[in-house]
């Protein structure tokens, strides 16, 4: 989860500063309060990806914020459930255990 950044940004700064070129970030969920999508969009992280699990301004947010949609998903789990069919299916086989 990303509330302000502050931790992910100290954090990449020390990769950086380790010699990474790049840094890429993601996250389930994103908060952004106050100013947090300035203090991501004036850092050197490269970019940042959430999931639409908490609303995302998208006329505040800066470019380098991506909003991967789960609704499709997190639907076709709950009908899978509520019809007793496999969950496992919805992820073509991955993550199986058998």
Do not use: W
């Amino acid at each position: 989860m990303i509330v302000t950044g502050g931790t992910l940004i100290a954090g990449a700064e020390a990769l950086l500063g380790a010699g990474a070129l790049e840094v890429y970030a993601c996250a389930t969920h994103g908060l952004f309060p106050g100013d947090a999508f300035e203090k991501l969009a004036a850092s050197k992280i490269t970019q940042v990806t959430v999931t639409n699990t908490v609303p995302v301004a998208p006329i505040k947010r800066p470019d380098k914020i991506d909003v991967l949609p789960v609704t499709t998903l997190l639907a076709e789990t709950i009908m899978n459930v509520f019809s007793d069919d496999s969950v496992s299916a919805i992820f073509a086989g991955e993550n199986q255990l058998f």
